[in-house]
């Protein structure tokens, strides 16, 4: 079995079974050989009828499914056109169903760093939250680690803030972007001072203690 190195990408990777496809629930065809999240991501919050049975239904047989490894992506967006309070109700239901099946969260969010403090403190969720395409500075970096949450970086990021979190919560992903997996993993390693592969070894010890609970 090939075991993800990309936790957080849109399209199918290179190599099957590389990467976390991130679904929304109308887009979700699982292929035997990938992993994968489904979620409703904030931006279309406002679109989706998640408080009636028959999407609470689906969507929960979905994230069930053995190839899906996390809820997401979820989040909470200040740039987006959908209300808050949407966006609010939404996350909460969908961290609620994270719980249920013991799956980890894995969010979007852009200016929602006291927001979702906020809420992992309201919600006291058993399973990981991981901030995914990670910008922030240092010490915001700190501070979302310091409340348990795990960050994810992609291919843009502070290069001060990768070298400096704990390596027991860094992910890295490819999301939207063109580079290679290979390229970012190259890239962190030379900011940690790390060889390529003692760095894809603490990574892989992360994703297997995340995502596959081991
Ligand atoms: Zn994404």
Redesign the pocket.
Known sequence: MIFPIDI?T?KLPAEAGQAIV?CQPHTFAPLQDEWYSVGVHPWYADECEWQTDSFRCSFEEMVSHPRVLAVG?VGIDHLSRVSLDCQTDIFRYQAGVAEAVCKPLVI?AVKAQAELIQLKRELKPRVPWII??FRGKVQLAQDLVRHGLYLSFGARYQEETLRQIPLDRLFLET??SEVSIASLYEEAARLRGLSCSELREAVSCNIHRVFFGH
């Open positions: 957080h849109h991130s992506e979007h995914h395409g999301d939207e």
